[in-house]
C-alpha cells in the first residue's frame, strides 16, 4: 500500500490514481490521521500532496507528527514538497514569483534517481505561489526552475524526495516515469493487477458474507453490474439481484437490463415495481438533496421488500438475506466526504442517503477503485462491452435531471428527449469520446416560442455532454455542431412541450456533471 496523504483540493485522487496505473495498490489519507494510524496500514511509501495552502499560514496543514521518523519513504509534490523542505529545515519562501502551467525544468549533472537519463531539460506543470529555495541538509537538488532553486531533491539514504511540480498532471513531460521510479526507489512492487482485484474481493466477500444471502440492486449501469458479477463470482446463487424500476428510469432501461445483464451472467433476477411509491415520495419535493435522500431512502425500503420476498421463497432452507451489495465506487466515498473529511458535495444515494435504520449489512466491493479500474475489473469478469462500457447513469436516474417537481408528465416528456440525444450521440459515433450527456429538463421555465404559425410557451432542455477520465473532474465536451443541430431539431420537433435546447459549457469544477 501507498498512502497519499491529501493536502486538500483535488491533487491526491489524481496521485491515487497514476500510483494504481503502476499497478500499486495506493489509498488516500487527510493529513490529520495521526502517523501511528498510517502506519497500522503498513505503507511501503507514502506520498505528500499537493494542496491550496501555504506552508507558513496560520492553520496550514502540516505534515502529520512523526512522519519523517517513521522509517518510509516519502514523497512530497507540490505543497507536500514544500512541507518536507520546511519541516526538515530547509526553506520556502514568498519570493513574489509564483509559477503557472508549464515550466521549464533544469535538471542538474547529478540528476539523482527520480531524474537520470532523462536529458537536461523537462516542460513540468507547475501551480504555486511559494517557493522552496534552499533544500534540508541531507538532500542534494537535482533541478531547479527559473524561479524555484530546489525544485527537485533526492535524499537517497532515508528515501525522501521531493518535486515543486506536478508529477501526477498529464502536461508534465515523464512524470509517470517519476513517480514510477519513485515508487521503484520505495521498494514497491507492481502487483496491483485486475486478477489480483478480483481473486483478492471474491476472498473478502466470501468472508464477510460466509454461509448467508445477499441481494444486490441493479442500476443497469456498469458499477452495479460488476459488483454483482464479482459477488456472483464469490457466493453463486445466493445472490439475488433486484431490479428496482422506480420509474425514473430511462426509455429501454428497464429491458435492457433485464435481458442483456441476466443473459451474460445467468443471475437470479427479481424485478419490483415500485414507480408509484417513488413519486408519491416525491410529490412537491424539489430541493436536490431532499430528492436524492428520499430516493435513496425509497430504494432501500423497495430492497428491504424484495429481500423479504426473497428469503420467503428461499424460506425452506431457512436463510435470511442479511446482505445487500452496492456498487459505490471510491470518487463516491471521497466525494460524500466519508474518505478524506473533505467536504460533502452531494450525497450520492447509495453512500449519503442511506436511513438509519438500514436492515442491512453492506457488501460494497468496488469502493475503492475507480471507474476505469471498475470496467477492468468487469472485463476481466467477462462481461459483455455493451454493459463494462455503458456510459455512467446515476442512481437517482431521472429524479434529479428534472430541476423542480418530479411528476410523471414531467419524466415522459424528458424521456423522450433524453431518448433523442442519446440515439444521435451514438448514430454520431461520439459514444467513446463523451463520458455521458445528461439531458436536463428546466422543468419551472419557461420561454416564448414560435412553431408553426403559433406561439408556444413550453420548456427548456439543457445538453449537458462532458468528457472525462473518472467523473472527479470534467470538461464540456466539444461536440460538432451539425450534431448538436440534429439532437436540438429533433427535441423540438418530436417533444411538443419543449420549444428550446441549450448547451452547458461550463467544466467541472467549477459545475458538477450533474445539475443536481
Ligand atoms: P456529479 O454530478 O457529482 O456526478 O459531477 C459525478 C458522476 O456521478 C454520477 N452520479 C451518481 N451516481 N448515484 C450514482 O450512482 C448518485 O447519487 C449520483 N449522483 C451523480 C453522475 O452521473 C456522474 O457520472
Redesign the pocket.
Known amino acids: 500500500t501507498v498512502l497519499v496523504v491529501d493536502f486538500g483540493a483535488q491533487y491526491a485522487q489524481l496521485i491515487a490514481r497514476r500510483v494504481r496505473e503502476c499497478h500499486v495498490y495506493s489509498e488516500i489519507v487527510p493529513s490529520t490521521m495521526p502517523v501511528g494510524e498510517m502506519l497500522a496500514k503498513r505503507p511501503k511509501a507514502i506520498i505528500l500532496s499537493g494542496g491550496p495552502a501555504s506552508v507558513y499560514a496560520e492553520g496550514a496543514p502540516a505534515a502529520p507528527e512523526g512522519l519523517f521518523e517513521a522509517g518510509v519513504p516519502v514523497f512530497g509534490i507540490c505543497y507536500g514538497h514544500q512541507v518536507m523542505v520546511s519541516e526538515l529545515g530547509g526553506t520556502v519562501e514568498r519570493t513574489g514569483a509564483a509559477e503557472y502551467g508549464g515550466t521549464p525544468l533544469r535538471i542538474a549533472p547529478e540528476p539523482g534517481h527520480l531524474l537520470a537519463g532523462l536529458g537536461a531539460e523537462l516542460n513540468v506543470w507547475m501551480s504555486h505561489g511559494d517557493t522552496s529555495t534552499v533544500a534540508p541538509a541531507g538532500f542534494i537538488v537535482t533541478a531547479q526552475t527559473a524561479a524555484t532553486p530546489a525544485a527537485t531533491i533526492e535524499d537517497e539514504r532515508r528515501g525522501f524526495y521531493g518535486v515543486q511540480f506536478h508529477p501526477e498532471v498529464m502536461h508534465t513531460e515523464h512524470g509517470t516515469k517519476i513517480l514510477r521510479r519513485f515508487l521503484e526507489a520505495a521498494g514497491c512492487r507492481p502487483s496491483w493487477t485486475m486478477l489480483n482485484i478480483v481473486e483478492e474481493q471474491t476472498e473478502r466477500i466470501r468472508e464477510q458474507i460466509g454461509g448467508g444471502r445477499a441481494i444486490c440492486g441493479l ?1 443497469g ?1 456498469v ?1 452495479s453490474a460488476v459488483a454483482a458479477a464479482l459477488v456472483q463470482r464469490a457466493i453463486g446463487d445466493r445472490l439475488t439481484c433486484v431490479f428496482v424500476d422506480h420509474g425514473l428510469l430511462r426509455k429501454g432501461e428497464a429491458e435492457q437490463v433485464e435481458q442483456d445483464f441476466v443473459a451474460a451472467t445467468g443471475v437470479n433476477l427479481h424485478v419490483v415495481d415500485a414507480s408509484q411509491e417513488f413519486l408519491a415520495a416525491l410529490e412537491g419535493v424539489t430541493d436536490p438533496e431532499d430528492k ?1 435522500k428520499i ?2 431512502r425509497e430504494f432501500i425500503r423497495a430492497f428491504e421488500r424484495a429481500a423479504r420476498e426473497i428469503t420467503a421463497d428461499a424460506g425452506a432452507h431457512g436463510e435470511s438475506t442479511e446482505f445487500l451489495v452496492q ?1 459505490t465506487l471510491y ?2 466515498v471521497v ?1 460524500s466526504g466519508g474518505g478524506t473529511g473533505t467536504a460533502n ?6 453512500v449519503g ?1 442511506l436511513p438509519d435504520d438500514l436492515k442491512f449489512q453492506l457488501v460494497e466491493p468496488l469502493r475503492w477503485l475507480f471507474k476505469d479500474e471498475v470496467r477492468k475489473v468487469g472485463e476481466e469478469l467477462g462481461l459483455p462491452s455493451e454493459i463494462v462500457w455503458r456510459q ?5 436516474g431521472l429524479g ?1 435531471r428534472i430541476i423542480g417537481e418530479v411528476t410523471a408528465q414531467r419524466l415522459a416528456i424528458l424521456r423522450e428527449a433524453d431518448a433523442i440525444a442519446r440515439a444521435e450521440l451514438t448514430a454520431g459515433g461520439v459514444d467513446q469520446t463523451v ?2 450527456c ?1 439531458v436536463v429538463l428546466l422543468a419551472d421555465v419557461r420561454s416564448v416560442g414560435v412553431q408553426g404559425d403559433g406561439r408556444t410557451y413550453g420548456h427548456p432542455v439543457v445538453l449537458r455532454p462532458v468528457t ?1 477520465e473518472d ?2 473532474t ?1 470538461d464540456w465536451a466539444r461536440l460538432p455542431y451539425d450534431l448538436l443541430a440534429r439532437i436540438s431539431t429533433r427535441i423540438t420537433n418530436e417533444v411538443r412541450e419543449i420549444n428550446r435546447v441549450v448547451l452547458d459549457v461550463t467544466s ?1 469544477p467549477p ?6
Open positions: 442500476s449501469g458499477d436524492r430516493i435513496g456498487g470518487p463516491d466525494e458535495i452531494k450525497s450520492h444515494h447509495n442517503g455512467p447513469f446515476p442512481g437517482p434529479i463520458w455521458q445528461p472525462s467523473a472527479m470534467a467541472k459545475g458538477t456533471i450533474e445539475w443536481e
